[in-house]
């Protein structure tokens, strides 16, 4: 009686089921891979929200904070930083006659929402910088990759972060602001303390 034959897998069918299954790997993980890195890391996570700020129109904005000086004429302002398209109008208030603004998706990186620079006369006062509260750390990182550590103050109620400079200083909340509008990066020009 014979021996029914049992079958023996061929190594030819394996090589490319193995093969079908390298590439899916591979496929998945180049899906995957930075979808955890939006969503599982801060740099993913600022990264996706300047893009999304951006898409919805609004530029980006690069500005050294070490430069920034009083002298600075609107003219100047407006020539250097051209691609934001600033909108200049008279507007007095405590920090002078007239404002150049415009809404932003990013400072150097990081997500905000708007940028001010107030003029009294000819002399620049103060510019500031509305971020979205969840990069708080993140912009005092910044700064202080710019000016060194900061010294604390007390202003009313609220203590500050103060980072001196030969033009001026830059101010931020020391605490996490609760209320977005709180949310503000402060240059203040040499006198306008």
Excluded at 33 to 57: C, E, K, N, T, Y
Excluded at 109 to 117: E, K, L, Y
Aim: aromatic fraction near 8%.
């Amino acid at each position: 009686m014979e021996r029914p034959r049992t079958a023996t897998p061929n190594v030819a069918d394996q090589k490319p089921n193995l093969h079908k299954r390298l590439i899916r790997l591979l496929l998945l993980t180049l899906l995957i891979g930075p979808l955890l890195w939006v969503v599982a890391s801060r740099d993913g996570q600022r990264f996706a929200d300047s893009m999304i700020l951006s898409l919805r129109g609004d530029p980006e904005m690069q500005l050294a904070l070490e430069h920034l000086r009083s002298d600075i004429r609107e003219e100047e302002l407006n020539s250097v930083l051209e691609s934001l398209g600033l909108e200049c109008l008279a507007a007095v208030g405590p920090f002078g006659n007239r404002v150049c603004q415009r809404k932003i998706a990013s400072f150097n990186g990081i997500p905000a929402r708007h940028v001010s620079f107030h003029y009294a006369g000819d002399t620049l006062t103060v510019m500031q910088i509305a971020y979205q509260p969840v990069y708080h750390v993140a912009m005092h990182d910044y700064v202080s990759g710019v000016f060194g550590p900061p010294t604390i103050e007390q202003a009313e109620e609220t203590e500050l972060w103060v980072w001196p400079s030969a033009y001026g200083r830059t101010v931020m909340p020391r605490e996490r602001p609760k209320h977005l509008n709180d949310t503000k990066l402060i240059w203040m020009g040499v006198g306008t303390h």
